[in-house]
């Protein structure tokens, strides 16, 4: 049994030590998706997740992906394209098409993009209207969107939800230039939740919850407010 959580009430969540193992990570049900609710959450290292077919269910996985200012690396290859992007990248400038696209079905399992419902679309989008979440876009030489990402930006942490891909190299230069911008401008990490590859290559490591929420908890004891700038490429 999880917590059943009533959305007339103020956003609270139970202790994550009883996340469930099986399914990982698996927290509370019930509450809202409002922007006090979804901060709160967030700030606990707490984040939703479900399908058209169920509540609102709330997660905690252990053990935690996240990279770190100090372990993120680029390749050699991509770094040798951000020499001379085939791309534009910019953030903030196309936020619902965004998490449009990475809400639509794909082959890639390796990303959730199809647990993005309407109900959460529409919440990040409430959130990037107050300047919480926040969108990364991929831009060919036409003006065609052909890779983007999304996440929220609290304090020192950016917490990432769901990247897209149309083209080669598209949403790995949308992330290499925007982590590079949040770690030269004193981000300390990046949360990926759950392991990934794509994640893997740029340096994220698998930790314990223990140290992802003590890490967490200084990071976000430092008040700091991160402008970010429409262009990311030269």
């Given at each position: ?10 956003p ?10 099986d399914p990982?990570?698996?927290l509370?049900a ?7 609710w ?11 997740w ?20 100090a372990d ?14 085939p791309f ?21 399992h ?6 993005i ?18 969108s ?6 036409t ?7 999304y996440?929220l930006?609290?304090d ?6 769901s ?11 949308a ?6 911008y949040l770690f030269?401008n ?8 759950m392991h ?18 003590n890490?967490l ?8 407010k991160?402008?970010l ?6």
């Amino acid at each position: 049994m999880i917590d059943w959580l009533p959305e007339e009430k103020p956003p609270s969540f139970p202790s994550t030590r009883l996340a469930k193992t099986d399914p990982n990570g698996l927290l509370a049900a019930g509450g809202r998706l409002t922007p006090n609710w979804l901060v709160t959450s967030y700030r606990r290292g707490i984040f939703p997740w479900f399908d058209d077919e169920s509540p609102i269910l709330w997660w905690s996985p252990a053990p935690r992906m996240i990279l770190n200012a100090a372990d993120f690396h680029i390749s050699r290859s991509l770094r040798k394209l951000m020499k001379k992007p085939p791309f534009r990248i910019t953030c903030n400038q196309a936020f619902d098409e965004v998490i449009y696209q990475c809400a639509l079905p794909r082959d890639d399992h390796d990303q959730a993009g199809t647990w993005i419902t309407e109900d959460m679309e529409q919440a990040y989008i409430q959130l990037n209207r107050n300047g919480i979440s926040h969108s990364v876009e991929c831009w060919d030489d036409t003006g065609n969107l052909v890779g983007g990402l999304y996440g929220l930006l609290i304090d020192r942490v950016f917490f990432g939800e769901s990247m897209f891909n149309k083209t080669n190299n598209g949403s790995k230069l949308a992330f290499a230039f925007f982590a590079q911008y949040l770690f030269n401008n004193g981000i300390q990490f990046i949360d990926c939740q759950m392991h990934t590859e794509h994640m893997a290559n740029f340096g994220a490591k698998e930790i314990k919850r223990e140290l992802f929420e003590n890490k967490l908890k200084d990071a976000l004891n430092m008040h700091f407010k991160l402008t970010l700038p429409v262009l990311l490429t030269p």
